[in-house]
C-alpha cells in the first residue's frame, strides 16, 4: 500500500500546472503589462528597506527612539519578509498564486497605510513587521506567475531576468534612496509610508484585473487537504522567526544595557533554545514537509557559501544607518544631501559587474571571493578617518567605493 505523502505530491504536480495555460495564452500586451507588475512589485519591496535610511534619523528623533532601537525600523521588515519566504514559496506551489500574490500586494499596502499614522515606537515596529510579511508573499508568488506565463525557456529567461533586474543595488539603491530622501525633504517622513500604500494598492488591485482566474484540480479528499496545509510547515516558520527576533534583540540591546543583563541573556538563551528546536524539528520532518530539508546542509559548500553571502547585507545595512544618522543628526545635512553622498556605493557597481564576470571566468572562485573581502575590508578601513566634511572625497568616497566594489564580487560570486 504506499504512502497518501508522494500521492500529494503527484497531486501537487498536477495542479501547478492543471489551468494555467491560460497565463500563456494571453495577449503579448497584458503579459508585458503584468510583468511591469510583478517587477514593480520586487521594486516596492526592496523600496521597503532602502527608503527609510534617510529617514530614520527624523522618525527618531519626532517619535524619541534610542538610536540603539531604530534599527528595528528596518530589522523588522527584513526579518519577518526572510522568515515568511519560507512558507510564501510553498504556498504558491500548493495554492492559487494569483491570490498570493494579491493577498500579499494589499496586505502590504494595508499595513504601510496605518504606519504612516503611527507615532508610537512599538506600534510602528509591529506594523513594519507586518509590512514584511505582507511583502514576503508577493515575491515567490510573482516569479511563480512569471515562470507559467512565459513557458519557452528563452522567453523566461529574460521574463526572470528582468524581475531581477529590479533589485539589482547599482540603479536600486539609489532611486530608492533619492524617493526616500525627497518625501522626507519636501513632505514628511509618513509619505514613504504613505507612496508604498499606495503602490501597494496599484499592484494588488491591477493583478486583481489583470491574471486571469486560474483553476486547480478538484476533487481531494479531507486528509489530502490536511497534508497540504501540514506542507506549509507553519510550526517551522513561527518558531524560526521567533528565534530570530529575539537574536537580534538581544545583540542590539547588548551594547546598551550590558551583556551580563537578564534582559540581554534572557532572549539570547531563548533564541538559541528556538534555533536549535527548529533544526531539530525540520530534520525529524519528511522532506516535502520540512521548510529547510536537511539535507540542504549536506551539499558541497552551501552552509560556507550561506556565511559568505551575508557579508554584503551586512557591510551596506551597517554604512547606511552608520552614516545617514552621522551626516543628518551631527553634520545637520538634508535627507537629500545624504543620499547624494551615499551614491557611490549605488552607482559603483556599474563598473564592477563586468570586472566580476571577467574574474570569475579566469580566477578559481574561491579567489575572487576573497578579492572581495580584500576590497571591502580596505574600503572599511578607510572610513573611520572619515570624521568631518572635509575627509569625505579623500576617505569617504574612496571607501564607498572599495566596499561596493568588494560586496558586489563577493555577491555575485557567491550567488
Known amino acids: 500500500m504506499s504512502s497518501p505523502v508522494p500521492d500529494l505530491q503527484k497531486t501537487d504536480l498536477l495542479q501547478t500546472t492543471a489551468g494555467f495555460h491560460v497565463l500563456e495564452k494571453q495577449p503579448k500586451h497584458t503579459k508585458l503589462l503584468l510583468l511591469a507588475i510583478f517587477c514593480l512589485s520586487l521594486f516596492l519591496d526592496t523600496f521597503n528597506n532602502s527608503s ?33 519566504l519560507l512558507v510564501s514559496g510553498r504556498s504558491s506551489d500548493l495554492y492559487n498564486p ?26 510602528l515596529i509591529v506594523f513594519r513587521a507586518l509590512t514584511g510579511a505582507g511583502g514576503a508573499l508577493t515575491i515567490p508568488s510573482a516569479l511563480h506567475l512569471i515562470i507559467h506565463m512565459y513557458p519557452d525557456p528563452e522567453t523566461q529567461a529574460k521574463a526572470v531576468t528582468a524581475f531581477g533586474g529590479m533589485e ?30 499606495i503602490v501597494s494598492a496599484v499592484i494588488g488591485f491591477s493583478a486583481i484585473l489583470l491574471v486571469p482566474k486560474l ?13 497540504r496545509f501540514r506542507r506549509l510547515d507553519l510550526l517551522g516558520v513561527v518558531v524560526f522567526t521567533a528565534a530570530s527576533i529575539l537574536f537580534i534583540f538581544s545583540i542590539t540591546s547588548g551594547s546598551v544595557d550590558g551583556w551580563g543583563s537578564a534582559y540581554v541573556l534572557a532572549p539570547l538563551i531563548i533564541s538559541v533554545f528556538l534555533l536549535l528546536l527548529f533544526f531539530i524539528w525540520e530534520a525529524r520532518l519528511p522532506e516535502s514537509h520540512a521548510s529547510i530539508p ?12 550561506i556565511a559568505i553571502s551575508l557579508a554584503p547585507f551586512m557591510w551596506r545595512g551597517s554604512i547606511f544607518l552608520l552614516f545617514s544618522w552621522f551626516w543628518e543628526v551631527v553634520y ?84
Not at 104 to 123: D, N, Q, T, Y
Not at 173 to 188: H, K, P, Q, T, W
Not at 215 to 227: D, P
Not at 294 to 305: A, D, H, I, P, Q
Open 294 to 305: 536537511s539535507k540542504m546542509w549536506r551539499y558541497e559548500n552551501f552552509t560556507v557559501l
Open 215 to 227: 483553476q486547480r484540480t478538484t476533487g481531494e479528499s479531507r486528509a489530502e487537504k490536511i497534508l
Open 98 to 123: 494569483k491570490w498570493v500574490f494579491v493577498t500579499g500586494a494589499l496586505s502590504m499596502g494595508v499595513f504601510a497605510l496605518i504606519g504612516g499614522f503611527i507615532r508610537k515606537e512599538i506600534p
Open 52 to 84: 527609510l535610511f534617510t529617514a530614520i534619523p527624523a522618525v527618531s528623533v519626532q517619535l524619541d527612539i534610542p538610536n540603539s532601537q531604530s534599527v528595528w525600523l528596518l530589522s523588522a521588515y527584513q526579518l519577518t519578509f526572510a522568515a515568511l
Open 332 to 415: 545637520g545635512w538634508t535627507a537629500i544631501k545624504t543620499a547624494v553622498h551615499f551614491l557611490p556605493i549605488g552607482l559603483g557597481i556599474f563598473p564592477v559587474l563586468p570586472l566580476a564576470a571577467g574574474l570569475q571566468s579566469k580566477l578559481r572562485l574561491k579567489s575572487v571571493i576573497l578579492v572581495g573581502f580584500i576590497l571591502i575590508v580596505s574600503g572599511t578601513a578607510l572610513l573611520p578617518f572619515a570624521n568631518s566634511k572635509e575627509h569625505y572625497w579623500s576617505f569617504t568616497f574612496p571607501g564607498f567605493l572599495l566596499g561596493t566594489a568588494g560586496a558586489a564580487l563577493i555577491y555575485t560570486t557567491a550567488k
Open 168 to 197: 539589482l543595488e547599482s540603479v536600486g539603491i539609489s532611486i530608492r534612496l533619492i524617493i526616500g530622501a525627497l518625501f522626507v525633504s519636501y513632505a514628511s517622513w509618513p509619505w514613504v509610508f504613505h507612496f508604498s500604500a
